[in-house]
Each structure stands twice: as C-alpha cells, then as structure tokens.
T-cell receptor, first 113, second 114 residues
Framework: DTAVSQTPKYLVTQMGNDKSIKCEQN?????MYWYKQDSKKFLKIMFS???????INETVPNRFSPKSPDKAHLNLHINSLELGDSAVYFC????????????FGPGTRLLVL | GQQLNQSPQSMFIQEGEDVSMNCTSS?????WLWYKQDPGEGPVLLIA?????ELTSNGRLTAQFGITRKDSFLNISASIPSDVGIYFC??????????????FGKGTKLSVKP
C-alpha cells in the first residue's frame, strides 16, 4: 500500500565504505528524485530521473551515483562515504517534471562514523 | 539564484491558538506548495497554489498565493497538538520561462503546548 518506500530506514556505517539506498514507488509516476536533508532540516534536491533518464544533477560529488533500472525504482549508491554525508536522504516521485505534487518516502537516516 | 525565505524560523504556541507563517522570494514563482514534515517522516503536501491571488483551504489550513507572485502565507486555525512539525514552502525553479525542480524554504518549526 505504501506509495513511496525506501530501504533501509537507518544506515550506520564507517567512513570509506560504499553503500546503497533503494527506492520504489507504486504510483505509476514518471519522475523520481533524491533529496538530502541536513541536520538543520534544509531539503536540497540531488537528482531527478524521468522515465529512467537523468534530468537533474545538482552539484553533487561524483561519489553519489543514482541508478534507475525502471521508472518505478531509483537507487542511490554512495562510494567512499565521508562524515559529511551523514544526513537523511529522501526519495520522492511525481507525475510531472518538478512542479507537480511530489510524494516523499519516509527517508533513510545515514550516519557515517 | 532563486531562494525562498520562510519566517518565523520556529514558533511555540498554545493549543487552540491560530498560527500564521509566510514565505517570500526576490524572484517570481508560478507555483507555491506548502508541505508538512512530521518528526521522523517525509514531507507531505498540504496545499498547492497555482495562480496569483489564489486562496485555498484544506480543513483548518488556509494558504494564499501573493499577487506579486513573490510570497505566500499559510494559516492554521485553532491549533491542536498533532499540528507539531516543520512546515516548508516550496516552488519550482524557473529556467528561461519553464519550470524545473523544486526548491524548498528552510522551514518553520511549530511546537504546540497542550
């Protein structure tokens, strides 16, 4: 029943490790996003995919690589994790590109030690 | 670049009070969205505004799209404890006349004392 789901909900890892976060939406939307929310709750878009194609790539280190195997899934792989990567990562989806109503997942809380 | 400035940053109110918060920008937006984030959850859309001057209600919530297209406010009437959370305004960036990804304000954190 969940519209946008993310796994895992919590992720604690050591600096230098590689990790992935998965996102799935069952709304039939064409566009999916990754956002990062820092400790001050500031939400910033990282990536946007439309029909499996990358359409937005904000200034994000290339250690972050999104992958969309199909339009219902958008995964985020992070290489060589750094302390500053600790944040909450939200996946979202929308029917339209960017200005449509976006539905957010519950978030993945990443802590890098 | 386009930015959204929200105020106040935080509010502490008594249950039953009315709340008002706003969002301003130096740039024009064609769409204003208000989201609420409960603790430990993702943001949820409350109200979407698509036309300058538009006034829209959703239960105890009312939001307006400013005439200049550079501001919006959100009011909550008769607050209750479950109104606690962070309220974000958001709007799509405008690139050369067309709309792109959403940018978010920094949020207004609402605390309600029973």
């Amino acid at each position: 029943d969940t519209a946008v789901s993310q796994t895992p909900k919590y992720l604690v890892t050591q600096m230098g490790n590689d990790k992935s976060i998965k996102c799935e939406q069952n709304l039939g939307h064409d566009t999916m996003y990754w956002y990062k929310q820092d400790s001050k709750k500031f939400l910033k878009i990282m990536f946007s995919y439309n029909n499996k194609e990358l359409i937005i790539n904000e200034t994000v280190p290339n250690r972050f690589s999104p992958k969309s195997p199909d339009k219902a899934h958008l995964n985020l792989h992070i290489n060589s994790l750094e302390l500053g990567d600790s944040a909450v990562y939200f996946c979202a989806s929308s029917r339209d590109r960017g200005w449509g109503t976006q539905y957010f997942g519950p978030g993945t809380r990443l802590l890098v030690l | 670049g386009q930015q959204l400035n929200q105020s106040p940053q935080s509010m502490f109110i008594q249950e039953g009070e009315d709340v008002s918060m706003n969002c301003t920008s130096s740039s024009i937006f064609n769409t204003w969205l208000w989201y609420k984030q409960d603790p430990g959850e993702g943001p949820v859309l409350l109200i979407a505004l698509y036309k300058a001057g538009e006034l829209t209600s959703n239960g105890r919530l009312t939001a307006q799209f400013g005439i200049t297209r550079k501001d919006s406010f959100l009011n909550i009437s008769a607050s209750i404890p479950s109104d606690v959370g962070i309220y974000f305004c958001a709007g799509p960036k405008i690139y050369g006349g067309s709309q792109g990804n959403l940018i978010f304000g920094k949020g207004t954190k609402l605390s309600v004392k029973p």
